[in-house]
């Protein structure tokens, strides 16, 4: 059985993080036909040259955003920095990985158009054909489309990867209202930044341009960096600015490494009862203590970055309660909050950006304010990137499909009644209340298997989990899926449908209480589960389906929190897995 299972064919769809190492573990797994397929010319996602905006720095710190496999270069100017990876140093880091360990295995310039599964022929009752997954491509440069058929299929498109316009600001808008100037979405900043420059003439010019920037996220401050940094005048409009951590030096290890803001944050499934995680959680004090904690880190991270009393920068997405996090670490004159410190970067908030004036040349706002602009920067966030490639007949049929909360949402709820759970803040929770299909998710066990297909044992998802450690996760939950595909006996997995769709709605009723209404924020492709800081304990419960040791970074009851956690704890989980597989063939 386990041969045959090795013989068949694997898609990966995507070359991120997600898919590099979903096909690097599967190969190295022994799979014989393994395949990655990318709309891209290089690897990397995310982090591929064709999307590197320029002077792009991510919220991880050097060595949290790897694969156990491959050691990373420092990153550039370090010190600068405060350690923080710069883009260059992740498009580095990908195209290296997969030149190393997967070269001749990856189709670039292919764009997948259209996923679905060959159906048994009932009049015969033959069983699902062999190949039963047929996926319809076009190649970017010739636009010839053909069909490419496989046995198994794992997802790796992530949520990053589609951009979402509002419907007044998009550029088929911009067109109908005559707006002369540049308007494009952050995805394709790199390709648009000549234009850009060019249409908005620096504050020096006799006559000098404007660009708005729409959007409060990590991808706005980028932007409006980028353009102060070369002297153009730049306003940023928002009506919540995402939360933010900085620290006026760089944090220790223990900190910014370790479990600690994991158990500051709370798990859906706790690996031990240490008291005082019970305590912190569970009790009115603990509750307490654990928000004045988080409370007490909003406020320090606005005063290391300078953000003043009155910004409209302090009206963010709240740090405990939503998914809406940037981690800047130590300020820099030459990054967001130091250019608008410095006055280089106008804020225009709250506000909302409605449409374009009809002089071609500015944007209106919510309340009939007009912004001159030579130039618009959509950073408005990015939709599904599964519902595009998939008809609705599938997608149901997988168990991808979003839907309302089951009749046993209430009582799911009641587990997870703890103290510091129980008064829900911020714009998620005001979203939840307006708006009804906020609450809305789809039933897919431990964020890889839809819990429809769990006992097909021939798709799965990595990339789908929102988490602040993605190499970690990622890593860890290829290893799953590769025991998945080759039915490993020791990989505990539901035995039946209705196990697994009750174990992922139950899921479902944690995060709808821990991040409310960030089901409805979060993109179907990126919300598959919504480990966030808490990525240590999801981490051990797939160590744990696989019968392998958790808390790899030892200590004793007291000191485990603060152990810094490294992938050298994974970098063996192949040769761990084999073992396994060997005593479960002894025993047998």
Same mark, same amino acid.
């Given at each position: 059985?386990?041969?045959f299972?090795l013989?068949?064919?694997?898609?990966?769809?995507?070359?991120?993080?997600?898919?590099?190492i979903?096909a690097?573990v599967l190969?190295?797994?022994?799979?014989?036909?393994v395949e990655v397929i990318t709309?891209d010319?290089s690897?990397?996602?995310?982090?591929?040259?064709?999307? &590197?905006?320029p002077?792009l720095?991510i919220n991880?710190?050097?060595?949290?955003y790897?694969f156990s496999?491959l050691?990373?270069?420092?990153?550039?100017?370090?010190t600068?920095?405060?350690?923080?990876?710069?883009?260059e140093?992740m @498009?580095l880091?990908m195209? *290296?990985?997969a030149d @190393?360990?997967?070269?001749?295995?990856? @189709?670039?310039?292919?764009?997948? $158009?259209?996923?679905?599964?060959?159906k048994?022929?009932?009049s015969?009752?033959?069983?699902?054909?062999?190949?039963?997954?047929?996926?319809?491509?076009?190649?970017?440069?010739?636009?010839?489309?053909?069909?490419?058929?496989?046995?198994r299929v794992?997802?790796c498109?992530?949520g990053c990867s589609?951009?979402?316009y509002p419907v007044?600001?998009s550029?088929?808008?911009a067109?109908?209202k005559?707006?002369?100037?540049?308007v494009?979405h952050s995805?394709?900043?790199?390709?648009?930044v000549?234009?850009?420059?060019?249409a908005?003439q620096?504050q020096?010019?006799?006559?000098p341009?404007?660009a708005?920037v729409?959007?409060?996220?990590?991808?706005?401050?980028?932007?409006?960096?980028?353009l102060?940094n070369?002297?153009?005048k730049v306003?940023?409009?928002?009506? =919540?600015?995402?939360s933010? &951590?900085g620290?006026?030096?760089?944090?220790?290890?223990?900190? @910014?490494? *370790?479990r600690?803001?994991?158990?500051?944050?709370?798990?859906?499934?706790i690996?031990t009862?240490?008291?005082?995680v019970?305590?912190?959680h569970q009790?009115w004090?603990?509750s307490?203590?654990?928000?004045?904690?988080?409370?007490?880190?909003?406020?320090?991270s606005?005063?290391?970055?300078?953000v003043?009393?009155? *910004?409209?920068?302090?009206?963010?997405h709240?740090?405990?309660?939503?998914l809406r996090?940037?981690d800047?670490g130590?300020?820099?004159?030459d990054?967001?909050f130091?250019?608008?410190?410095?006055?280089?970067?106008?804020?225009i908030?709250?506000a909302r950006a409605?449409?374009?004036?009809?002089?071609g040349?500015s944007v209106?706002?919510?309340?009939?304010?007009?912004?001159? /602009?030579?130039a618009?920067?959509?950073?408005?966030g990015f939709?599904?990137?599964?519902?595009d490639?998939?008809?609705?007949?599938t997608?149901?049929?997988?168990?991808?499909?979003v839907?309302?909360?089951?009749?046993?949402?209430k009582?799911?709820r009641?587990?997870y009644?703890y103290a510091?759970?129980?008064?829900?803040?911020?714009?998620?929770?005001?979203?939840?209340?307006?708006d009804p299909?906020a609450?809305?998710?789809?039933?897919i066990?431990?964020?890889?298997?839809?819990?429809k *297909?769990?006992?097909n044992r021939?798709?799965?998802v990595n990339?789908?989990i929102?988490t602040?450690?993605p190499?970690?996760?990622?890593?860890?939950?290829?290893?799953?899926? /590769?025991?998945?595909?080759?039915r490993?006996?020791?990989l505990?997995v539901p035995?039946?449908?209705e196990a697994?769709?009750?174990?992922?709605?139950r899921?479902?009723s944690?995060?709808?209480?821990r991040?409310?209404?960030?089901?409805?924020w979060?993109n179907?492709?990126y919300?598959a589960? &919504?480990?966030m800081?808490?990525?240590?304990q999801?981490?051990d $419960?797939?160590?744990?389906? &696989?019968?392998?040791?958790?808390?790899?970074s030892?200590?004793?009851?007291f000191?485990?929190?603060?152990?810094?956690?490294?992938?050298?704890?994974?970098e063996?989980l192949e040769?761990?897995r084999?073992a396994?597989r060997?005593?479960? =063939?002894t025993?047998?």
């Open positions: 059985m386990d041969s299972e013989e068949k064919s694997i898609c990966v769809i995507g070359s991120g993080a997600a898919g590099l979903s690097q190969v190295q797994d022994g799979f014989k036909n709309c010319q690897p990397g996602g995310t982090w591929a040259e064709e999307r &590197m905006y002077e720095k991880n710190v050097y060595g949290e790897r496999s050691p990373m270069p420092p990153p550039t100017d370090t600068k920095s405060g350690g923080r990876l710069g883009g140093d @498009r880091y195209e *290296s990985f @190393r360990f997967l070269r001749g295995k990856l @189709r670039y310039n292919t764009i997948v $158009t259209n996923i679905r599964s060959a048994p022929d009932l015969t009752l033959s069983s699902p054909p062999s190949k039963r997954w047929i996926i319809t491509v076009r190649d970017r440069n010739t636009g010839e489309e053909s069909q490419l058929r496989y046995d794992v997802l498109t992530g589609t951009p979402k007044s600001l550029p088929e808008a067109k109908v005559g707006f002369k100037g540049p494009f995805l394709d900043f790199k390709k648009n000549d234009k850009l420059l060019k908005v620096p020096s010019d006799p006559n341009g404007h708005v729409i959007g409060g996220g990590k991808s706005a401050w980028d932007a409006a960096a980028y102060a070369r002297g153009r306003s940023v409009v928002f009506e =919540t600015s995402d933010v &951590m620290t006026a030096s760089p944090l220790p290890e223990f900190v @910014r490494k *370790s600690l803001l994991a158990v500051l944050s709370s798990s859906r499934i690996n009862r240490l008291e005082y019970w305590f912190l009790t004090l603990g307490k203590i654990t928000h004045f904690v988080w409370n007490r880190l909003a406020e320090d606005f005063k290391a970055l300078g003043p009393k009155d *910004s409209p920068l302090r009206n963010t709240s740090l405990f309660w939503g996090l940037n800047e130590v300020p820099s004159p990054r967001f130091g250019l608008v410190k410095d006055g280089k970067i106008d804020l908030a709250p409605t449409g374009f004036g009809s002089d040349s209106i706002l919510g309340d009939g304010r007009v912004i001159a /602009a030579d618009v920067v959509l950073c408005t939709q599904s990137s599964w519902t490639i998939f008809d609705k007949e997608y149901e049929e997988i168990g991808l499909d839907h309302p909360p089951p009749p046993e949402d009582e799911y009641k587990e009644a510091s759970l129980a008064n829900p803040s911020g714009t998620g929770a005001l979203l939840r209340q307006l299909t609450e809305n998710a789809a039933a066990y431990r964020g890889i298997i839809p819990a *297909s769990i006992l021939d798709f799965a990339g789908s929102f602040t450690n190499g970690y996760v990622f890593e860890i939950c290829a290893h799953w899926i /590769a025991s998945y595909f080759r490993d006996p020791f505990r035995t039946t449908v697994a769709v009750e174990d992922a709605e899921n479902n944690w995060l709808r209480v991040f409310p209404g960030m089901l409805g979060a179907d492709s919300s589960d &919504m480990a800081l808490g990525w240590p999801l981490a $419960t797939l160590l744990q389906d &696989m019968d392998l040791p958790i808390m790899r030892g200590g004793n009851w000191t485990w929190p603060f152990k810094v956690l490294d992938l050298k704890e994974i063996y040769e761990e084999i396994k060997v005593q479960h =063939t025993r047998a």
